[in-house]
């Protein structure tokens, strides 16, 4: 489940309905974000998820030779969207999941937003205007650093900026009586008997002039000439056609497999078996085969584990030992991020393929959950409860994998057992995350295929550092 900002993003690209703009998930991204910036773009190393754009404090006009002004006629459209929500519900009843519990619940949420915005376009002739600046020689060490890296570059072409500071609301009550020993959601926690209000209320005021969408087109360099994919969202190709010091790649289909730790024998799987995403099974041999070069790791096993614990709620830290490890030979770094390169480079045994791409993996799949599941991934690491968690998403995961439409289904009571109190909040915490819609009266919930992204990252997630916590 997004932020509140992010949230409301969402809705609002959902409401101009142009199916090329990218909803702008964080308020930091927001204020960096601009027409002619430039966002970064990896390669994940899995089939089941993408990495995140990244905005740069870098725009295009950086990059090119100085010139006169842009050809800048751009196309200002204003508008107005105003979102409020009300949710009532009452719930009363029991469950046994390992205890009983009896309760009468009554939620009220209320969520509003009210934007004043205008779309900034780039008209199609601005292009060619702009290609008349060429790159300088030598290129900018920016453009070398990407290169080498092997990452893909795209640039801001259509904005969606705010004309006024709105203020999102998000206030929401609970009301609770009866006896419970497993909390009701991850706001009630505990043991107790007798009747309770809950209150929360969130304010988020965003500045005027932020970014809440963007479109972007993939920039391509060839020597010293450059251009733009005009066609959307085509990420079959290269921003560095003629390849580059990055980690080697092996194109099948519409998907790219990393070289190093991944699939051991593709030749199993037909190319329209990969395309389409397969099934299940492919995504548990992805994991099987990192959670066997955890396996490998034993020496450094509890340093990855602890500095990764001391690392999560720290969204920039996990993205600064990302791009440091990616660097060769890595880059330097304090706290947590430089105790593992540290600990990585005495490993010589398996350089390449084996602790830098186990651990790239896992932070992938860290930057595919929100930061809330960050926190609750802590907690879980804290408590020890990796496990049963690993278990109850595969039971989800498994059978809906290929289901492509919202569908009832029942967590099974044996794997809920040996969580409960604060575990089974945590727990559930991860999976409302997710964009499950749990039941807090029932084991019963109801499957989104928007979930599958995410709760695959939480699949890999929970499963390699389970391994590591073996130490």
């Known amino acids: 489940m997004p932020s ?39 390669k994940a190393r899995s089939l089941f998820w993408q990495l995140p754009d990244v905005p740069l404090d870098v725009s295009l006009m950086h990059i090119l030779e100085p010139g006169s002004s842009v050809p800048d006629a751009a196309v200002e459209v204003p508008a107005l969207f105003s979102d409020t929500e009300v949710l009532k519900q009452q719930a009363a009843g029991s469950v046994n999941a390992g205890a009983e519990v009896g309760f009468s619940e009554e939620t009220a949420v209320c969520r509003g937003a009210s934007f004043e915005y205008q779309i900034v376009s780039t008209p199609h002739e601005t292009w060619p205007e702009l290609q008349k600046r060429k790159l300088p020689d030598p290129e900018p060490y920016f453009l070398k650093q990407c290169r080498e890296a092997g990452v893909n570059l795209y640039v801001v072409t259509e904005t969606v900026e705010l004309l006024n500071s709105p203020v999102l609301q998000d206030f929401s009550s609970m009301n609770i ?40 087109k993939q920039l391509v360099f060839k020597e010293k000439d450059w251009g733009i994919h005009h066609i959307a ?22 998907e790219t497999f990393y070289l190093g730790i991944g699939f051991e024998d593709m030749s199993n799987y037909d190319e329209e078996t990969i395309s389409l995403g397969a099934d299940f099974q492919l995504l548990q041999e992805e994991v099987s085969q990192n959670v066997k070069a955890a396996e490998l790791l034993k020496d450094i096993q509890n340093t990855v584990f602890s500095n990764l614990l001391a690392m999560l709620g720290d969204h920039e830290a996990l993205q600064d030992l990302m791009d440091k490890l990616e660097r060769e030979p890595f880059g330097h770094l304090d706290g947590p991020g430089g105790t593992i390169l540290t600990e990585l480079q005495k490993d ?59 569908t009832p289904f029942t967590l099974q009571p044996e794997l809920l057992a040996p969580l409960q109190g604060e575990d089974l909040a945590i727990t559930y915490g991860l999976l409302d995350e997710c964009g499950l819609k749990m039941e807090v009266n029932s084991t ?7 979930a599958k992204v995410p709760l695959s990252a939480l699949y890999g997630t929970l499963s390699v550092l389970k391994q590591l916590s073996e130490a």
């Not at 020993?181 to 969130?202: A, M, T």
Request: glycine share 8%.
């Open 177 to 216: 009586s009866g006896k419970f020993s497993l909390p009701l959601n991850i706001f009630v926690k505990g043991k107790g008997q007798g009747e309770g209000l809950k209150v929360r209320e969130k304010k988020l005021t965003v500045p005027k002039g932020s970014v809440v969408a963007y479109k972007r």
């Open 348 to 406: 010589s045994r398996y350089p390449e393929v084996g602790s830098k791409c186990l651990i790239l993996y896992l932070l992938e799949a860290l930057m595919v959950l929100s930061d809330i599941q960050h926190v609750l991934l802590a907690q879980s690491m804290e408590k020890r409860i990796l496990l049963p968690q690993r278990d109850l998403v595969r039971s989800i995961l498994e059978p809906n994998f290929n289901c492509f439409k919202n």
């Open 4 to 42: 509140m900002f992010g949230r409301t993003t969402k809705k609002l690209v959902k409401e101009i309905g142009d199916q090329e703009l990218r909803p702008v998930k964080c308020l930091l991204s927001a204020t960096k974000i601009r027409r002619f910036s430039l966002i970064q773009r990896k």
């Open 444 to 450: 019963r919930s109801t499957w989104d295929p928007e």
């Open 233 to 254: 969202d085509d990420d079959d190709q290269e921003t560095f056609p003629a390849g580059g010091m990055g980690t080697p790649t092996l194109r099948m289909g519409k």
